[in-house]
Each structure stands twice: as structure tokens, then as C-alpha cells.
């Protein structure tokens, strides 16, 4: 079993940077893929960035703008956001897959075996 909280989240404005926490729980973190999804309102939860531990991805809609890290001594991903747009807000989620791999990156929400609870950013323009 896995937990992950997020934080970080809030209300800034555009043009504005926040930097979103994941933190694990229960199960060595360093070797599982990890990602970055967000949900607006009306709309399906959609993929941001992903990371497999020497790799990343990227939406195009935030590439450029957005950088997922880990610290695996903390279990924790982290998702930096720059130059934040109204188009940006939504709730964020983190998922890990817990099967381990240091090369491969996934964007389906299926891939995924746990989620946080979300956080909301609200970036306003």
C-alpha cells in the first residue's frame, strides 16, 4: 500500500510560479515512475509530466513551463510551475506506479497504481 499527499497548491496570478509536493509512503520510492496530472472544471483529468527516475515528459501544454524532480532520500516529487496561466488551473494529482523502471514513462492514468487526493491551483488572470 502506498500514500501520497499532495501540497502546495493555491491561488496566484498569471505569470506567477508554485511549486506543488508529492510525498510517498509505505514503499521504496526511488525506482518507480512517478506523474503529474490535473483535472479543471468540466473537463477529464489530463496528463502533465511524468517521471521515471533518470527520464521526464511533458505535456506540449506545459512544456517549457513546468519541471517535475525527486528527491528519493525524501520520497518526494516535486512539480515546479512557471509562468502560470489561467488555462493552468485545475486540481493536480500524483500518481506512482509500483512496478519499478528507470527508463520508462507513462502518460495513461490506467499505468498508474495509486493517486494523492489532489490540490488545487487556481492561477488568475
Known amino acids: 500500500q502506498v500514500q501520497l499527499v499532495e501540497s502546495g497548491g493555491g491561488l496566484v496570478q498569471a505569470g506567477d510560479s508554485l511549486r506543488l509536493s508529492c510525498t510517498a509512503s509505505?514503499?521504496?520510492?526511488?525506482?518507480?515512475?512517478m506523474g503529474w496530472f490535473r483535472q479543471a472544471p468540466g473537463k477529464e483529468r489530463e496528463f502533465v509530466a511524468a517521471?521515471?527516475?533518470?527520464?521526464?515528459d511533458y505535456s506540449d501544454s506545459v512544456k517549457g513551463r513546468f519541471t517535475i524532480s525527486r528527491d528519493n532520500a525524501k520520497k518526494t516529487v516535486y512539480l515546479q510551475m512557471n509562468s502560470l496561466k489561467s488555462e493552468d488551473t485545475a486540481v493536480y494529482y500524483c500518481?506512482?506506479?509500483?512496478?519499478?523502471?528507470?527508463?520508462?514513462?507513462?502518460?495513461?492514468?490506467?499505468?498508474?497504481?495509486?493517486w494523492g487526493q489532489g490540490t488545487q491551483v487556481t492561477v488568475s488572470s
Open positions: 500518481a506512482v506506479r509500483t512496478i519499478a523502471s528507470l527508463t520508462t514513462l507513462y502518460r495513461t492514468e490506467s499505468d498508474y497504481h495509486y
Open positions: 509505505g514503499r521504496t520510492f526511488g525506482t518507480y515512475p
Open positions: 517521471s521515471s527516475g533518470v527520464r521526464t
